[in-house]
């Protein structure tokens, strides 16, 4: 398995190796590519990467614009001083966001899901299928890294209440009231949670399924979902997605 490190700290691209090599002896390690500029040309050059572990920002500037060269189908697992740039990096075939300095614990997990798309790859379609069923929990999004006054904030899915668009921004709104700005559509948040676990009701609305306590049919033929919070807003499901809605909460 081809690993292509972007680091420009010697000594970090050093421990993520050492540690690389800890975990399997078939893992081919390339790198460090330190600068934005080398990373486009090595992957212009280069199309057998199987897994990229890209620090955010080189020497030059953010590994984004090299990112962009690499293959669609290759895995990234970011690491970052800070969370400044996770929604960016959830554009990309982002794995894991790791903060450094990178705990070999949270390197294993990242891998381990790698390695399962890069055999899934190899399967036959069924088979590929099935195996990509098998992991869709340990692909989706597992948190939030948002700004707060002094720094940033992990947000866990668990304390969510609801997520809402409005005035063209998005906003998770927490059990205990509060809000949080998220610099990213409530489409392509969609795609990034579990619809076993959140579903799109509208389009302000996404929620999760534990805390729905049901569905209310109105005297004007519309249905109002409810929540367990006394705090949630009037969500009326929209009529396109009744069924699904209905499949959804049944499963």
Request: proline letters at 5%; a neutral charge; glycine letters at 4%.
């Amino acid at each position: 398995m081809k690993i292509v490190i972007f680091e420009d700290e010697i000594y970090t691209f050093h421990q993520l190796r050492h540690m690389l090599e800890d975990m399997s002896p078939e893992y081919d390690v390339i790198g460090p590519i330190p600068s934005v500029e080398q990373g486009r040309e090595y992957l212009s050059l280069h199309h057998d990467t199987d897994i990229i572990i890209a620090d955010v920002e080189l020497n030059d500037g953010l590994v984004f614009d090299a990112l962009t060269y690499a293959p669609a189908d290759v895995p990234v697992i970011f690491t970052a001083a800070t969370g400044d740039n996770a929604l960016r990096a959830f554009g990309f075939y982002s794995l894991s966001y790791l903060l450094k300095p990178v705990s070999d614990g949270y390197l294993a997990d990242a891998m381990r899901k790698a390695a399962i798309l890069i055999a899934a790859r190899k399967q036959p379609a069924a088979e590929k299928t099935r195996m990509l069923r098998r992991t869709r929990q340990n692909l989706y999004r597992e948190r939030f890294v948002v700004k707060s006054f002094n720094g940033e904030r992990m947000i866990s899915l668990s304390t969510i209440q609801y997520i809402v668009s409005e005035h063209k921004s998005t906003y998770l709104v927490l059990l205990d009231g509060t809000s949080c700005p998220v610099d990213m559509p409530l489409s392509t948040l969609e795609e990034q949670l579990d619809p076993e676990k959140f579903m799109r009701v509208n389009r302000k609305y996404i929620v999760p399924v534990e805390l729905v306590s049901g569905m209310e049919r109105l005297v004007n033929g519309k249905e109002l979902l409810k929540l367990k919070s006394d705090r949630s807003p009037e969500i009326i499901i929209s009529r396109t997605r009744k069924a699904q809605v209905r499949k959804w909460l049944d499963r």
